[in-house]
């Protein structure tokens, strides 16, 4: 069985400040691991992935991510948030001994960038 | 953006009455699922093709169906709406793999309404 947390609803911070999205994982082998990001009445874009080697993972629009296997994370950071970054963002997870059509989705965090 | 379309975009519909979402894709990718999001529970998915005629059922299946009988359209099925299907329906696409790690693309989602 695969699953994903995030265990934050919102976060808020200031613009210019680092920003962090936590995830959270349980899989029984080993993982592929995404994030997408959901403007209002938009669908999901996908911003990175990790699938294998180097832990940390640089995607779109400055975002990165850190693998953690020990923690079982995988955090979404980025180093100066801007105002556009608000958004919904989800973190996604797939077992790679999982069918290829069946990855799990987090419940999804808003984030919330303030001027 | 990928090449996603979905319709209609917006449904409002009766308890009992059949209502067929259509997904149309232009970029010849194997993969074809069906999500439904609602608040609290993210993203959760409904069936996925992963090629003509080869369907397969997600984790909220029950009241649905689906049918590919082209590469590049997938139709979900709500045989008999009932009010606990309000939600929004979202396609996405994926490329084959054979080891599964490929990203996926969504369409702009379709919401439906069942009165």
């Known amino acids: 069985a695969q699953s994903v947390a995030q265990p934050e609803d919102q976060v808020n911070v200031a613009e210019g400040n680092p920003l962090t999205v936590k995830c959270t994982y349980s899989?029984?082998?080993?993982?592929?691991l995404f994030w997408y990001v959901q403007y209002p009445n938009r669908g999901l874009q996908f911003l990175l992935k990790y699938i294998t080697g180097d832990n940390l993972v640089k995607g779109s629009y400055g975002f990165e991510a850190e693998f953690n296997k020990s923690q079982t994370s995988f955090h979404l950071k980025k180093p100066s948030a801007l105002v556009s970054d608000s958004a919904l963002y989800f973190c996604a997870v797939r077992d790679i001994n999982t069918n290829a059509g069946k990855s799990t989705f987090g419940d999804g965090t808003t984030l919330t960038v303030k001027p | 953006d990928a090449g996603i379309t979905q319709s209609p975009r917006h449904k409002v519909t009766e308890t009992g009455t059949p209502v067929t979402l259509r997904c149309h894709q232009t970029?010849?990718?194997?993969?074809m699922y069906w999500y439904r999001q609602d608040p609290g529970h993210g993203l959760r998915l409904i069936h996925y093709s992963y090629g003509v005629k080869d369907t397969d059922k997600g984790e909220v299946s029950d009241g649905y169906s689906v049918s590919r009988s082209k590469t590049e359209d997938f139709l979900l099925t709500l045989e008999s709406a009932t009010s606990s299907q309000t939600s929004v329906y979202f396609c996405?696409?994926?490329?084959?793999?054979?080891?599964?790690?490929?990203?996926?693309?969504f369409g702009p989602g379709t919401r439906l309404t069942v009165l």
């Open positions: 996405a696409i994926s490329e084959s793999s054979v080891l599964g790690y490929n990203e996926q693309f």
């Open positions: 970029e010849n990718h194997r993969y």
């Open positions: 899989v029984s082998g080993n993982p592929y």
